[in-house]
Structure formats: C-alpha cells, structure tokens
C-alpha cells in the first residue's frame, strides 16, 4: 500500500492547475460567490434571534437574495418583522453585495488583463475607464474608499438631523442602516412606509437621493472627477454618464410632478415644496434604488410608465445600480440618431463609438427584454393580478430597483421564486456579457455579404 506523499500531492495539484481544470472564469466565481453569501444570508436570517417572529426558510431565502442583489423587494417587513440582529445582517449582505460585485468586477478585468490579447485588453480597459491594467487595481481600493467616505458622511449628517425627534443611538443606527441602504440603491427601510414621514423633509430627502446618485453613478465617474477635478479634462464617457444622469433625474422629475399634480392620493394634497421633493424622490429612486415617499400604488398610470421607463434604464456602469445601464441607453440613442441621419458612426461628444460596443448595447437591450417577457408571461400565469402590476414587479426585480405595488408579499411561492431569479440575472447580467465579450475569439472565416430586408 502506497503511503501518502505532500510532495507528490503539490506536484500533482501544480500539474492539474497549469492545465486549468481548476481555473472558472469571472462570471462562474462572481455567481459562485453571490450564491454562497445568498445561502449564508439565508442562514442567518431564518435564525430566531434574527426575527420577531418564526419565519420560512423560502422567506429568508427571499430577502438574503433581495438583500445581496442590492433590490429591496420583501414579503416581511424589515422594521417591524426583524430584530436588531437580523436588520444588522440584511445591512451586511446589501453592503457586500453591492461593493462586492463592483470590487469582483474589477478584480475579474485585473485576471483578464493577463489572460487576454492586446485587443481584448483594450475592450476590457475600455468598460472601466482606464488606460492600463495596474490602474485598474487602484480602482478596487478606490471603490472602497469613497463608498466608505460617502456613506461616513451621510450618516454623520442623518445622524444629526434625526437625533432632533430620536435617542441619539436610535438616530445613530437609523441613519447608518439608511446610508448603506441608500448608497448601495437597495431601498430597504426601517420606517414602516419607507420614506413617507419625510415626504417634505428637504435634508432627508436629499441626502437620501444624492446618496442614490453617487452609488448609481458608477465609481469609475466618481475616481476620474476625484483625479481631475476640471469639466475639460474628463473623459468622454464620464462627461456623458454626468450629462444623462442629470437629464434622465430632471426629465423624471418633470414628468412625475406634471403627471401627479392634480392627483390627491399621491401629490395634490402636498405643499409646494412637498410636490417637488417627492416627485424629484420618485424620480431618483425609479433609477434602481428603490425608497418612496408617497404611495406609488396609487400613481397614474401614465407615472407608472414613466418610472418603469427610469428603472429600465438603470444606472451607470461599474456602480451598485443595475438596469440595462445609462451608458448602454445613451449609446443605443446615438446609433439611432446617426442611422437616421446617415451617419457611418456613432459619435458622442466628438468620439466616435466603436461598433463592438454598439452591439455589446444592443445584445445587453435584446436579452434584458427578453428576460422581462419571460418574467411577465410566467407571471401573468402564475397570478391573477392587474398586468400593469405584474409588469411593474418584474421590471423592478430585473432592474433591481425593489419598488413595488404592495404586490411582492402576496405573491404565490412561483411567482417569488422568479423574482429571485430575475434579481440574481439583473444583478449578475452586465458583467457575465462584458466577460463573453472580452474573452471571444473572433473567427478568421469571412462569408460573402447579402442583402436583407429589415423595418
């Protein structure tokens, strides 16, 4: 009988790993990872001193995913149904799964940088905003120190404005639980009615919503504003991202005020000032983040299209929102914009944009609405509810935005388990393409061109 040999058993594991049978590609780890910290949550939440009451397994399951996907859907009621402990943990699992998939992201572009050709690291390069792979490495400890700094700054004011009406501890742990919430555009809340006792609180409401922009906007945009610090200098990109943001936040506002203005059960019986802080609160948070300040199940229909519309639409790249992403929306305006006015290319802001990424948008567009149909479809087989509905729940889980029409708790156990899996492909999409994208090999087969009709 042979004995055992470490020498032999190093030997072979070198052998087997140069071989890259132990080797998984970013999106298989990122899954992989995400899965393990939802089972963990899961864990941790079913335990009874995590809950005020006996929970499901399938329920705490539910929120763990909610939570490390970053959306904010729930069928319990955090401030109510959960302990200190167990809102301490769904604090935890938004934090490091919002910062953990931006963190991984650009982990997996340092791990592609090495593997990829000249070509492909230029892609790779490209999707973060950087000019070469070591500074793509300073952007991993970027990422944790201006969410950190961010969100020890709001707190630090929220802590201080809510102290005026609770204990200062209360106050204290409110405004961190929020802060990450909110920076993390998860859209959990430990007020009964999320934000609606703050409808026309103008400190609350901002710092709520600046905290909803800077997480959502992406940190690449936020390091090359850090760095450079002058309009003139940013990259092009950084200066579309800030330029959309703005127009799709004020375009929201706009619509969601004029459209609500005369209804009563949302912003008719509001002061001045209310009407404008919560219709410009519904039009940030419909960019994946998920707070409301005012009934949304009682919005027009019309508004409801509109948010839909913004939560689609999501936010920017590298950022803790999802959403087919504003830089993907952007791009696909342009390619429409140069096509009907006979252009050879896509320009913005004088650069021009480079087919693959053009494509990369479309395909991005092509299977998020794809999923959204299948999402529906099941849905409207699964549950007898009113389609505008359905369809506002499953954009919200795909997008990650976690705003609801008080639907997600009644919901049938299928009809939540396809939430689940559309949060988990909303959160894990954009990377999983950018991988496939970075790492195909382009074929040296040419085929003749035809002609095809389309339109």
């Known amino acids: 009988m042979r004995h055992w040999d470490p020498l032999y058993t190093y030997r072979s594991y070198k052998r087997i790993k140069r071989s890259g049978l132990l080797q998984a590609s970013p999106p298989v780890v990122l899954a992989a990872g995400f899965l393990a910290l939802i089972l963990l949550g899961t864990i941790l939440l079913w335990l009874p001193v995590a809950t005020q009451h006996p929970i499901s397994l399938f329920s705490a399951f539910f929120m763990a995913t909610s939570a490390v996907?970053?959306?904010?859907?729930?069928?319990?009621e955090p401030a109510l149904?959960?302990?200190?402990?167990?809102?301490i943990v769904l604090a935890m699992l938004v934090q490091l799964g919002g910062l953990g998939f931006v963190t991984f992201a650009v982990v997996a572009a340092i791990t592609l940088g090495h593997k990829m050709s000249l070509q492909h690291q230029a892609l790779a390069l490209e999707?973060?905003?950087q000019t070469s792979v070591s500074k793509i490495q300073r952007t991993a400890f970027l990422v944790i120190k201006i969410s950190l700094g961010i969100e020890a700054i709001a707190a630090a004011i929220l802590t201080l404005w809510w102290w005026r009406d609770y204990p200062f501890v209360t106050a204290l742990y409110r405004a961190i639980f929020h802060t990450i919430a909110a920076f993390n555009n998860a859209g959990f809340s430990l007020f009964p009615g999320s934000l609606s006792r703050f409808v026309s609180d103008p400190v609350t409401i901002f710092v709520i919503s600046f905290l909803i922009i800077l997480g959502g906007i992406g940190f690449s945009v936020l390091g090359d504003i850090g760095h450079k610090r002058r309009w003139s200098t940013l990259l092009p990109y950084t200066k579309v991202i800030l330029l959309g943001t703005?127009?799709?936040?004020?375009?929201?506002?706009?619509?969601i005020w004029l459209l609500e203005l005369n209804n009563p059960?949302?912003?008719?019986?509001?002061p001045l000032h209310g009407q404008a802080l919560a219709a410009w609160m519904q039009s940030v948070t419909a960019r994946t983040a998920g707070f409301t300040s005012i009934d949304i199940t009682q919005l027009r229909d019309s508004s409801t299209l509109v948010m839909m519309l913004l939560m689609f639409i999501g936010g920017g790249s590298l950022s803790t929102a999802s959403g087919i992403k504003l830089g993907t929306f952007i791009v696909l305006l342009a390619a429409v914009y140069s096509y009907i006015c006979h252009k050879k290319e896509v320009v913005l802001l004088n650069r021009s944009i480079?087919?693959?990424t053009v494509q990369k948008s479309l395909a991005l567009l092509l299977v998020t609405c794809a999923l959204a149909f299948g999402g529906v479809l099941l849905m409207t087989i699964f549950e007898k509810e009113?389609?505008?509905?359905?369809?506002f729940e499953v954009v919200s889980a795909l997008s990650t935005t976690g705003l609801s029409r008080d639907l997600t708790a009644n919901l049938s156990i299928p009809s939540q388990a396809l939430l689940t899996v559309l949060m988990f492909a909303g959160r894990l999409g954009p990377l999983t393409l950018i991988y496939s994208l970075a790492t195909r090999k382009r074929s040296r087969i040419r085929y003749p061109e035809t002609q095809f009709q389309v339109g």
């Open 69 to 76: 996907t970053v959306t904010g859907l729930v069928v319990i």
């Open 81 to 87: 149904a959960l302990t200190h402990f167990g809102q």
């Open 127 to 129: 999707a973060f905003n």
């Open 246 to 255: 703005l127009g799709l936040n004020l375009t929201g506002f706009i619509a």
């Open 265 to 270: 059960a949302t912003l008719g019986d509001l």
């Open 354 to 356: 480079s087919p693959d």
């Open 386 to 391: 009113s389609f505008i509905n359905l369809l």
